[in-house]
Antibody
Framework: EVQLVQSGAEVKKPGDSLKISCKGSGYSFTSYWIGWVRQMPGKGLEWMGIIYPTDSDTRYSPSFRGQVTISVDKSISTAYLQWSSLKASDTAMYYC????????????WGQGTLVTVSS | QSALTQPASVSGSPGQSITISCTGTRSDVGGYNFVSWYQQHPGKAPKLTIYDVRTRPSGVSNRFSGSKSGNTASLTISGLQAEDEADYYCSSYTSSTTLGVFGGGTKLTVL
């Protein structure tokens, strides 16, 4: 069974750093692009970026380039999303997603990690 | 401003059919047969419902169907049930970016 299991909810202060994770299992982790999707409270879905675990080829949405870093450790089938200095506007649910469908569509989603940034 | 345009809300009574539209351009919806639809219940992760315009993943009810005409894709749900009440998002491959684009989402209310 394919599963993407994300790390737990986080409460941080503005200026803090953070790294959240997404562990894949039940499939060949290096064979599929993994992406990160942001959903702000009451809003829609936004692609942040994607990474190919085999060679760490990474693509960012222009809106998120320079704001976050996406990485992967293929030895433990885990992808990461990190911030060096959080802002209140980073408060959102973050989903990792396996792009296993034609044209980059998502066939499996993680359960989501809620990040709350508040002073 | 989302790249793909969806109605903010639609509603229908149990047993009825509804259709949600997703309008893009020739650079995305109109140019490729890579449109997906996702269902998201409150507090839950999205779930793939349709891909490649009209293909249902295993386990998805055949009450869900997809189609496309020109730059507009559509998701039709027939025989509405209370459990269908959710947010629905379309997405498409686009020549503008390798990431793809989402629609703004449509809230389906079952009356």
């Amino acid at each position: 069974e394919v599963q993407l299991v994300q790390s737990g909810a986080e409460v941080k202060k503005p200026g803090d750093s953070l790294k959240i994770s997404c562990k894949g299992s039940g499939y060949s982790f290096t064979s599929y692009w993994i992406g990160w999707v942001r959903q702000m409270p009451g809003k829609g879905l936004e692609w942040m970026g994607i990474i190919y675990p085999t060679d760490s080829d990474t693509r960012y949405s222009p809106s998120f380039r320079g704001q976050v870093t996406i990485s992967v450790d293929k030895s433990i089938s885990t992808a990461y999303l990190q911030w060096s200095s959080l802002k209140a506007s980073d408060t959102a649910m973050y989903y990792c997603a396996r792009r296993g469908v034609s044209g980059g569509g998502v066939d499996y989603w993680g359960q989501g990690t809620l990040v709350t940034v508040s002073s | 401003q989302s790249a793909l345009t969806q109605p903010a809300s639609v509603s229908g009574s149990p047993g009825q059919s509804i259709t949600i539209s997703c309008t893009g351009t020739r650079s995305d919806v109109g140019g490729y047969n890579f449109v997906s639809w996702y269902q998201q219940h409150p507090g839950k992760a999205p779930k793939l419902t349709i891909y490649d315009v009209r293909t249902r993943p295993s386990g998805v009810s055949n009450r869900f169907s997809g189609s496309k005409s020109g730059n507009t894709a559509s998701l039709t749900i027939s025989g509405l049930q209370a459990e269908d009440e959710a947010d629905y998002y379309c997405s498409s491959y686009t020549s503008s970016t390798t990431l793809g684009v989402f629609g703004g989402g449509t809230k389906l209310t079952v009356l």
